[in-house]
Protein backbone atom coordinates (compact mmCIF):
# COMPACT_ATOMS: atom_id res chain seq x y z
CA UNK A 1 0.00 0.00 0.00
CA UNK A 2 1.62 3.57 -1.07
CA UNK A 3 2.54 5.95 2.06
CA UNK A 4 3.54 9.59 1.38
CA UNK A 5 5.44 10.70 3.95
CA UNK A 6 6.45 14.65 4.14
CA UNK A 7 9.13 16.55 6.14
CA UNK A 8 9.35 18.63 8.18
CA UNK A 9 5.76 18.68 9.73
CA UNK A 10 6.14 22.29 10.11
CA UNK A 11 8.70 25.23 9.27
CA UNK A 12 9.16 28.32 10.05
CA UNK A 13 11.36 30.73 8.19
CA UNK A 14 12.62 34.37 7.50
CA UNK A 15 11.20 36.20 4.38
CA UNK A 16 13.01 36.39 1.51
CA UNK A 17 14.91 32.64 2.71
CA UNK A 18 14.89 29.94 -0.11
CA UNK A 19 13.77 26.48 1.16
CA UNK A 20 13.11 23.20 0.31
CA UNK A 21 10.17 20.72 1.21
CA UNK A 22 10.45 17.24 1.48
CA UNK A 23 8.23 14.24 0.57
CA UNK A 24 8.63 10.56 0.09
CA UNK A 25 6.57 7.65 -0.85
CA UNK A 26 6.88 4.36 -0.15
CA UNK A 27 6.05 2.44 -4.06
CA UNK A 28 8.15 3.92 -6.48
CA UNK A 29 5.37 2.74 -9.12
CA UNK A 30 3.67 6.05 -9.47
CA UNK A 31 2.11 7.68 -12.27
CA UNK A 32 2.38 11.21 -11.60
CA UNK A 33 2.71 13.43 -8.52
CA UNK A 34 1.14 16.84 -7.57
CA UNK A 35 2.07 19.62 -5.12
CA UNK A 36 -1.05 21.67 -3.59
CA UNK A 37 -0.87 24.47 -1.58
CA UNK A 38 -3.87 24.32 1.03
CA UNK A 39 -4.80 27.65 3.56
CA UNK A 40 -6.28 27.83 6.42
CA UNK A 41 -10.28 26.59 6.31
CA UNK A 42 -9.99 26.53 2.07
CA UNK A 43 -9.53 24.36 -0.10
CA UNK A 44 -5.93 22.57 -2.27
CA UNK A 45 -4.62 24.78 -5.07
CA UNK A 46 -2.67 22.85 -7.44
CA UNK A 47 0.99 23.92 -7.80
CA UNK A 48 2.74 21.89 -9.34
CA UNK A 49 2.40 18.11 -11.17
CA UNK A 50 5.28 16.08 -12.36
CA UNK A 51 4.86 12.63 -14.72
CA UNK A 52 6.65 10.11 -13.80
CA UNK A 53 9.31 10.34 -16.58
CA UNK A 54 9.85 14.20 -15.65
CA UNK A 55 12.50 14.86 -13.62
CA UNK A 56 11.19 18.69 -12.81
CA UNK A 57 9.00 21.36 -12.78
CA UNK A 58 9.46 25.10 -12.42
CA UNK A 59 6.30 27.50 -12.26
CA UNK A 60 7.88 30.76 -10.96
CA UNK A 61 9.53 30.77 -7.45
CA UNK A 62 8.64 27.42 -7.33
CA UNK A 63 10.57 24.08 -8.58
CA UNK A 64 9.37 20.65 -8.02
CA UNK A 65 11.82 17.43 -8.70
CA UNK A 66 10.98 14.16 -8.72
CA UNK A 67 12.89 10.78 -8.07
CA UNK A 68 11.40 8.09 -8.83
CA UNK A 69 13.72 5.53 -8.30
CA UNK A 70 14.32 6.93 -4.69
CA UNK A 71 10.17 7.59 -3.84
CA UNK A 72 11.28 11.44 -3.37
CA UNK A 73 10.47 14.67 -4.43
CA UNK A 74 11.22 18.35 -3.24
CA UNK A 75 9.67 21.77 -3.72
CA UNK A 76 11.95 24.21 -3.65
CA UNK A 77 10.66 27.73 -2.98
CA UNK A 78 13.08 30.66 -3.64
CA UNK A 79 13.07 34.31 -2.24
CA UNK A 80 9.99 32.96 0.15
CA UNK A 81 7.38 35.84 1.53
CA UNK A 82 4.58 36.06 3.98
CA UNK A 83 2.04 35.45 1.49
CA UNK A 84 3.59 31.93 1.00
CA UNK A 85 2.55 30.95 4.28
CA UNK A 86 0.38 27.55 3.89
CA UNK A 87 0.10 24.05 4.32
CA UNK A 88 2.20 22.24 1.02
CA UNK A 89 0.32 18.89 0.46
CA UNK A 90 2.32 16.04 -1.69
CA UNK A 91 0.10 13.68 -3.26
CA UNK A 92 0.61 10.94 -5.65
CA UNK A 93 -1.55 9.33 -8.46
CA UNK A 94 -0.08 5.24 -8.30
CA UNK A 95 -1.50 4.18 -11.55
CA UNK A 96 -2.94 5.49 -14.59
CA UNK A 97 -6.33 6.23 -15.03
CA UNK A 98 -9.00 7.09 -12.60
CA UNK A 99 -6.92 5.72 -9.58
CA UNK A 100 -7.07 7.84 -6.43
CA UNK A 101 -4.28 10.46 -5.05
CA UNK A 102 -2.46 9.21 -1.90
CA UNK A 103 -2.04 11.96 -0.01
CA UNK A 104 0.76 13.12 2.76
CA UNK A 105 0.00 14.98 5.72
CA UNK A 106 1.72 18.12 4.69
CA UNK A 107 4.40 20.95 5.72
CA UNK A 108 2.92 23.72 7.59
CA UNK A 109 5.23 26.85 6.32
CA UNK A 110 5.57 30.06 8.07
CA UNK A 111 7.14 32.77 6.74
CA UNK A 112 7.83 35.37 9.00
CA UNK A 113 8.21 38.93 7.59
CA UNK B 1 -10.46 31.43 -14.46
CA UNK B 2 -12.55 28.03 -14.05
CA UNK B 3 -13.36 26.77 -10.80
CA UNK B 4 -14.99 24.25 -8.85
CA UNK B 5 -17.44 25.51 -6.72
CA UNK B 6 -19.06 23.58 -3.45
CA UNK B 7 -21.88 24.44 -1.74
CA UNK B 8 -22.73 25.02 1.42
CA UNK B 9 -19.10 26.11 2.79
CA UNK B 10 -20.29 24.71 6.32
CA UNK B 11 -22.88 22.53 7.26
CA UNK B 12 -24.13 21.12 10.51
CA UNK B 13 -26.14 18.85 10.93
CA UNK B 14 -27.46 16.02 13.64
CA UNK B 15 -26.45 12.81 14.21
CA UNK B 16 -28.67 10.91 11.83
CA UNK B 17 -29.75 13.17 9.46
CA UNK B 18 -29.52 13.64 5.86
CA UNK B 19 -27.04 15.62 4.32
CA UNK B 20 -26.17 16.30 0.58
CA UNK B 21 -22.83 18.17 -0.58
CA UNK B 22 -22.96 19.94 -3.68
CA UNK B 23 -20.54 20.43 -6.50
CA UNK B 24 -19.97 22.40 -9.64
CA UNK B 25 -17.02 20.92 -11.25
CA UNK B 26 -15.06 23.32 -13.74
CA UNK B 27 -17.93 22.57 -16.98
CA UNK B 28 -15.10 20.94 -19.33
CA UNK B 29 -14.19 18.29 -17.31
CA UNK B 30 -15.03 14.68 -17.33
CA UNK B 31 -13.88 13.18 -14.41
CA UNK B 32 -14.86 14.17 -10.98
CA UNK B 33 -13.99 13.24 -6.92
CA UNK B 34 -14.66 12.94 -3.92
CA UNK B 35 -12.89 13.84 -0.63
CA UNK B 36 -12.23 14.21 2.79
CA UNK B 37 -9.92 15.39 5.41
CA UNK B 38 -10.79 15.08 8.96
CA UNK B 39 -9.32 17.56 11.31
CA UNK B 40 -5.56 17.42 11.66
CA UNK B 41 -5.62 14.18 9.41
CA UNK B 42 -4.51 13.67 5.94
CA UNK B 43 -6.74 14.28 2.78
CA UNK B 44 -8.51 10.91 2.02
CA UNK B 45 -10.33 9.72 -1.35
CA UNK B 46 -13.84 8.49 -1.32
CA UNK B 47 -15.08 8.00 -4.69
CA UNK B 48 -14.17 8.74 -8.30
CA UNK B 49 -17.27 9.08 -10.82
CA UNK B 50 -16.97 8.94 -14.69
CA UNK B 51 -19.73 8.93 -17.60
CA UNK B 52 -22.38 8.91 -14.91
CA UNK B 53 -21.24 5.93 -12.61
CA UNK B 54 -19.03 5.05 -9.75
CA UNK B 55 -15.19 4.12 -10.87
CA UNK B 56 -13.72 3.49 -7.95
CA UNK B 57 -14.46 4.44 -3.98
CA UNK B 58 -12.60 3.38 -0.69
CA UNK B 59 -13.59 1.46 2.65
CA UNK B 60 -14.74 4.88 4.03
CA UNK B 61 -17.50 4.96 1.11
CA UNK B 62 -19.86 2.87 2.72
CA UNK B 63 -23.68 1.83 1.68
CA UNK B 64 -24.30 5.54 3.67
CA UNK B 65 -22.62 7.66 0.77
CA UNK B 66 -23.88 8.03 -2.64
CA UNK B 67 -23.13 9.95 -5.66
CA UNK B 68 -24.95 11.46 -8.30
CA UNK B 69 -24.53 13.86 -10.95
CA UNK B 70 -28.56 14.78 -11.43
CA UNK B 71 -28.01 17.08 -14.47
CA UNK B 72 -25.34 18.82 -16.74
CA UNK B 73 -23.64 20.91 -14.10
CA UNK B 74 -24.13 19.35 -10.44
CA UNK B 75 -22.31 16.63 -8.63
CA UNK B 76 -23.58 15.39 -5.04
CA UNK B 77 -22.36 13.46 -1.93
CA UNK B 78 -25.29 12.28 0.16
CA UNK B 79 -24.65 10.75 3.37
CA UNK B 80 -27.66 9.22 4.79
CA UNK B 81 -27.79 8.78 7.99
CA UNK B 82 -24.73 10.94 9.35
CA UNK B 83 -22.74 9.78 12.09
CA UNK B 84 -20.44 12.01 14.67
CA UNK B 85 -17.54 10.79 13.06
CA UNK B 86 -18.52 11.83 9.67
CA UNK B 87 -17.25 15.19 10.43
CA UNK B 88 -14.98 16.53 8.46
CA UNK B 89 -14.13 18.33 5.29
CA UNK B 90 -15.54 17.45 2.18
CA UNK B 91 -13.64 17.98 -1.18
CA UNK B 92 -14.87 17.85 -4.58
CA UNK B 93 -12.25 17.80 -7.34
CA UNK B 94 -12.24 17.01 -11.15
CA UNK B 95 -9.98 17.14 -14.05
CA UNK B 96 -10.24 17.17 -17.97
CA UNK B 97 -8.33 14.14 -18.73
CA UNK B 98 -8.54 10.42 -17.06
CA UNK B 99 -4.96 10.76 -16.96
CA UNK B 100 -4.10 14.00 -14.88
CA UNK B 101 -1.71 15.81 -16.58
CA UNK B 102 0.70 18.88 -15.74
CA UNK B 103 -1.71 20.31 -18.53
CA UNK B 104 -4.87 18.84 -16.82
CA UNK B 105 -4.27 18.72 -13.03
CA UNK B 106 -7.10 17.84 -10.25
CA UNK B 107 -8.99 20.95 -9.56
CA UNK B 108 -10.65 20.86 -5.62
CA UNK B 109 -13.10 23.25 -4.45
CA UNK B 110 -12.84 24.54 -1.55
CA UNK B 111 -14.53 22.07 0.42
CA UNK B 112 -17.78 21.84 3.06
CA UNK B 113 -17.02 21.61 6.29
CA UNK B 114 -19.68 19.28 7.74
CA UNK B 115 -20.47 19.32 11.32
CA UNK B 116 -22.54 16.20 13.48
CA UNK B 117 -23.18 16.94 16.77
Known amino acids: KQEVTQIPAALSVPEGENLVLNCSFTDSAIYNLQWFRQDPGKGLTSLLLIQSSQREQTSGRLNASLDKSSGRSTLYIAASQPGDSATYLCAVRPNSGNTPLVFGKGTRLSVIA | EPEVTQTPSHQVTQMGQEVILRCVPISNHLYFYWYRQILGQKVEFLVS????????KSEIFDDQFSVERPDGSNFTLKIRSTKLEDSAMYFC???????????????FGNGTRLTVT
Open chain 2, 49 to 56: FYNNEISE
Open chain 2, 93 to 107: ASTRLRDSSYNSPLH
